[in-house]
């Protein structure tokens, strides 16, 4: 099945811009979402189809897609964003969705 | 659309868990989305659990296929999870969502709250 692949830890300074990398093979072709997760909350979809806003998500956070490694962006990284980050993909070979094995964001 | 999960929060070993997700402020009826369980055990990262769509069809992790079971009442608007033969490896938070089944739009959103269920003797 289909494998994704994210770092353990990221650490940003307030204000300053924390990348979050989701690796998979062609993952370039494939529909990639983001979910936030922060300290005793249900996960929060921040961004989905590679790059869209869902309602209410602030525009500091923003999603590429390229190659084998899909990136979430947050600019202007607040203390609040201090989460756990998940992405997910369609694995059109089985039916199945598949997640990733999560990032925690320290800031 | 809101999102609750019920039921107990303590299973013992070899038992049935078997919890509820109730939708408010939507229909289940969509076409557009199927229902979905997920967990979270202590110190590790989201599990898929299983889906079913809004004709019933079900689909489940392989890793669980053999104890899961979902089941949709779209009058009642809840869906349901019973996982049987519980071990400690099922203590986990579960939660429902909603998932979009026409790609690309195959994201969950949104999620329940989330229950801890707990699997002790």
């Known amino acids: 099945s289909y494998v994704l692949s994210q770092p353990p830890s990221v650490s940003a300074a307030p204000g300053q811009t924390a990348r979050i990398t989701c690796s998979g093979d062609?993952?370039?072709?494939?529909?990639v979402h983001w979910y936030q997760r922060r300290p005793g909350q249900a996960p929060l979809l921040v961004i989905y189809d590679d790059s869209e806003w869902p309602s209410g998500i602030p525009e500091r956070f923003s999603g590429s897609n390229s190659g084998n490694t899909a990136t979430l962006t947050i600019r202007r990284v607040e203390v609040v964003d201090e989460a756990e980050y998940y992405c997910q993909v369609w694995d059109s070979s089985i039916d199945h969705p598949v997640f990733g094995g999560g990032t925690k964001l320290t800031v | 659309v809101q999102l609750q999960e019920s039921g107990p929060r303590l299973v013992k070993p070899s038992q049935t868990l078997s919890l509820t997700c109730t939708v408010s402020g939507g229909s289940m009826r969509n076409e557009d989305y199927s229902w979905s369980w997920v967990r979270q055990a202590p110190g590790k990262g989201l599990e898929w659990i299983g889906y079913?769509?809004?004709?019933?069809?079900?689909s489940y992790n392989p890793s669980l296929e053999s104890r899961v079971i979902l089941t949709l009442d779209k009058s009642k608007k809840q869906l349901s999870l019973d996982l049987r033969f519980v071990t400690a490896t099922d203590t986990a938070v579960y939660y429902c969502?909603?998932?979009?089944?026409?790609?690309?739009?195959?994201?969950?959103?949104?999620w329940g709250q989330g229950t801890l269920v707990t699997v002790s003797s």
């Open positions: 079913v769509s809004n004709s019933g069809r079900t």
């Open positions: 969502a909603r998932l979009g089944v026409s790609y690309p739009l195959n994201q969950f959103d949104p």
């Open positions: 062609n993952i370039g072709s494939k529909s």
